[in-house]
């Protein structure tokens, strides 16, 4: 696991998020290729964040989010450890800003990394 990512983490494999999202898992794939969600290798198994998820579809800002970090130069599973680690700016971390409506914070702060 990325080292900023804490180990007790809740972490989704694709035959978990088909159960959870009730989707096969070409289109748990297609949602990850398509930045709905995100996903890091751990142990060699691809594995989303329980928290990019809420009441059973992708956590609807993340999107955008993701795509703000990727255009940034971040790697996906970097981009993924920026969502989970403590942001000074924030005052919290940026996954717990998008699941509380604070998508313009978040947003803000992933516009400063670009530069």
Do not use: C, Y
């Not at 900023?4 to 978990?16: H, R, S």
């Not at 159960?19 to 995100?38: F, N, S, T, V, Y």
């Amino acid at each position: 696991m990325p080292e900023n990512i804490a180990p007790d983490t809740p972490l989704l494999t694709v035959p978990e998020l088909v159960d959870e999202l009730g989707l096969a898992p070409g289109k748990i794939h297609r949602l990850i290729e398509d930045h709905q969600l995100a996903a890091i290798r751990h142990e060699g198994v691809l594995k989303v964040p329980a928290e990019f998820i809420v009441d059973g579809h992708p956590l609807p800002p993340l999107r955008g989010t993701l795509l703000v970090l990727l255009d940034a130069g971040f790697a996906e599973d970097e981009a993924v450890s920026w969502l989970l680690a403590h942001n000074e700016e924030l005052g919290e971390r940026p996954i717990a800003a998008l699941r509380g409506g604070r998508k313009s914070s978040v947003r803000r702060a992933t516009q400063a990394l670009a530069f």
